[in-house]
C-alpha cells in the first residue's frame, strides 16, 4: 500500500495543515505542507518552570501551554505568511499525556477550526511519532518503529497509516525515565539524559556488571527499573564514590541500556518479518534517540538484519508539533467532531497485550 487514506487520485500535495502539541512540557506549533515542507515550526520548552522541582510538574506544564500556545501560532502563521483559510485543517494531539495540557492544545485547536470553518482533527502522540519517519524520509509501509522517549519505549511496526501493531512496550520505566532517575542518582541536573551521555564521556564501561534487563527473554517488551536498581546498589557499594567512578557508572549504564534496546529490537525484527516479509527499514524516534550509544547499537542491528536505518533529525526526535500536523495530513479525510475528547491513555494498538502477564518475567 504507498498510500493512505487519500487514495484513489493520490493526496493533494497542497494541502497545508496547523498542528499543535502540548501533551507533556513542550508547547509547539507548526504549519506542515503535504509535499513534506515545513513552512515553520515553533518548540517553547518549559525546561526552566520545571527544573526546580526535578521533573515534570503537571499543573505547571497546563499554566504555561495556557500562556505559550497562542502566541506560538501566531508565530507560526506569520511566519509561514498564511491565513487561517489557506488551512486544510487545524491539529490537536488530544492523547495520550497530562490531560491539563491535551485540554488546552485541544480547545484552542477546536476553537481556531470553528472560527475559521476549518476541519480539526484529533491526533494521537504516539501515532505524530510513529509517522515522522514519512516526512523525514519518505520510509514506505511496512517499517519497525522503536520509539523511545521519557513517556514512552515502544516496538511499533506501522503497516499503513492507522494500522500499528505494538510488539513491545516497557513494563515498568520507559527508557528516558530510567536515564533521568540515574542521572539524578549520579547528581546530575534533569533532564538527565544528556546530562549523563556528557559525563559518561571516557568512562570505562566496562568496569561495573550491570544486568541487560529482558535480554534473552521471550517477547519484545522492556524493563529498565531492575538496571536502575543496579546503579544504585552499585553507587551504594561506592561509598564516597568519586568523579572517576561515578563516569564509570554512567557509561555502564548508558551500554547496558543501548544493549537492552538493541536486543529486545533484534528480536522485533523478527517478529515483524513473520508478519510483514516486505520490511526493509528500522526507525528509531524520541528524545532518547538523540543518544549516540543507543543509535550505534540500533544502527547495528539494522545492518546485521539487513534494513535500512533511519533517525529523524533530533528536532523532530522530541516532541515537536510538525509530527502532529504530518500525521494529520496522512489521515486525510474530513476531521474529527469539536466533541472529540482528550485522552490521558490512548493505545496506538488497541489489540495489544497489556505487558504484564504477557510472558514477560517482571
Ligand atoms: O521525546 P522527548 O523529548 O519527550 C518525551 O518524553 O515525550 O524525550 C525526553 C527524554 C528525557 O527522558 C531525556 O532525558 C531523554 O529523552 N534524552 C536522552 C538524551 N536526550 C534526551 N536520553 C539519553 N541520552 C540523550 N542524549
Ligand atoms: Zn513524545
Request: charged share 20%.
Given at each position: 500500500m504507498a498510500e493512505g487514506p487519500n487514495t484513489p487520485g493520490g493526496p493533494d500535495q497542497t494541502a497545508i495543515m496547523l498542528g499543535l502539541e502540548t501533551s507533556c512540557d513542550e508547547t509547539a506549533a507548526a504549519v506542515v505542507r503535504?509535499?513534506?515542507?515545513?513552512l515553520a515550526a515553533r518548540v517553547a520548552s518549559q525546561l526552566a518552570a520545571h527544573a526546580p522541582f526535578g521533573g515534570v510538574v503537571p499543573e505547571i506544564a497546563a499554566r504555561a501551554h495556557v500562556e505559550a500556545l497562542d502566541h506560538a501560532v501566531q508565530a507560526v502563521m506569520a511566519e509561514a505568511g498564511l491565513?487561517?483559510?489557506?488551512?486544510a485543517g487545524v491539529a490537536a494531539t488530544?492523547?495520550?499525556?497530562?490531560i491539563g495540557g491535551l485540554m488546552v492544545g485541544a480547545v484552542t485547536g477546536k476553537a481556531l477550526a470553528a472560527a475559521h470553518a476549518r476541519p480539526f482533527v484529533a491526533v494521537n502522540h504516539l501515532e505524530g511519532h510513529v509517522l515522522t519517519p514519512r516526512l523525514t524520509a519518505d520510509v514506505a509501509f511496512p517499517y519497525l518503529v522503536l520509539l523511545v522517549s521519557g513517556g514512552h519505549t515502544q516496538l511499533v511496526l506501522a503497516e499503513g497509516v492507522g494500522r500499528y501493531r505494538r510488539l513491545g512496550t516497557t513494563i515498568d520505566d520507559a527508557a528516558g525515565e530510567a536515564f533521568d532517575k540515574v542521572a539524578k542518582l549520579l547528581g546530575l541536573?534533569?533532564?538527565g539524559g544528556p546530562a549523563l551521555e556528557r559525563f559518561a564521556?571516557?568512562?570505562?564501561?566496562?568496569r561495573f556488571a550491570l544486568p541487560r534487563p529482558?535480554?534473552?527473554?521471550?517477547?519484545?517488551h522492556f524493563s529498565f527499573s531492575g538496571l536502575k536498581t543496579a546503579v544504585l546498589h552499585a553507587l551504594r557499594r561506592e561509598?564516597?564514590?568519586?568523579e572517576a567512578t561515578r563516569r564509570d557508572l554512567a557509561a555502564g549504564f548508558q551500554a547496558a541500556a543501548a544493549e537492552a534496546l538493541a536486543a529486545r529490537t533484534r528480536r522485533a525484527v523478527a517478529l515483524a518479518r513473520d508478519r510483514a516479509p516486505g520490511l526493509e527499514r528500522l526507525a528509531v524516534v524520541g528524545?532518547?534517540?538523540?543518544?549516540r550509544a543507543v543509535r550505534a547499537e540500533l544502527e547495528a542491528v539494522a545492518a546485521a538484519a539487513g534494513l535500512g536505518f533511519h533517525a529523524p533529525p533530533l528536532a523532530l526526535c522530541g516532541d515537536n508539533a510538525v509530527m502532529i500536523a504530518w500525521a494529520a495530513l496522512e489521515r486525510g479525510g474530513a476531521g474529527d467532531p469539536l466533541d472529540a475528547p482528550v485522552r490521558a491513555r490512548w493505545p496506538l494498538d488497541p489489540a495489544a497485550e497489556p505487558a504484564v502477564g504477557a510472558g514477560v518475567k517482571a
Open positions: 503535504r509535499d513534506r515542507t515545513v491565513g487561517f483559510a489557506d488551512l488530544t492523547g495520550p499525556g497530562l541536573g534533569w533532564p564521556e571516557g568512562g570505562d564501561p566496562a529482558l535480554t534473552g527473554q521471550p517477547g519484545c561509598a564516597d564514590a568519586d528524545g532518547v534517540a538523540a543518544n
